[in-house]
């Protein structure tokens, strides 16, 4: 299994950012999906999670400013990230987890100018 993370970039504060982390080989019919976050000397944190069922989870830090959605049929999770922050900045990363296995991709990273 593969995950590609992919949307970062620079934004102003305030602005919005879509990232997009497509899954590819054998995966498990059920798992979740999620995101993390890394900044500078920091432990990688949860930002928000999403089941294959679609229920969400998310880090109280991003509540009401980031969505976390899913396409099943093409195994991609999207995360809309609204009204960024300076503090947002960081490498997001996507994970998978289903029963058996946990994956990782690789992190795109995430700037917010002041």
């Known amino acids: 299994v593969q995950l590609q993370a992919s949307g970062g970039g620079l934004v102003q504060t305030g602005g919005s950012l879509r990232l997009s982390c497509a899954a590819s080989?054998?995966?498990?019919?059920?798992?979740?999906m999620s995101w993390y976050r890394q900044a500078p000397g920091n432990q990688r944190e949860f930002i928000a999670a999403?089941?294959?069922?679609?229920?969400?989870n998310y880090a109280d830090s991003v509540k009401g400013r980031f969505t976390i959605s899913r396409d099943n049929a093409k195994n991609t999770i999207y995360l809309q990230m609204n009204s960024l922050k300076p503090e947002d900045t960081a490498v997001y990363y996507c994970?998978?987890?289903?029963?058996?296995?946990?994956?990782w991709g690789q992190g795109t990273q995430v700037t917010v100018s002041s």
């Open positions: 999403i089941t294959s069922g679609s229920t969400t």
């Open positions: 994970r998978l987890i289903t029963p058996t296995n946990n994956y």
């Open positions: 080989g054998s995966i498990a019919r059920i798992n979740t």
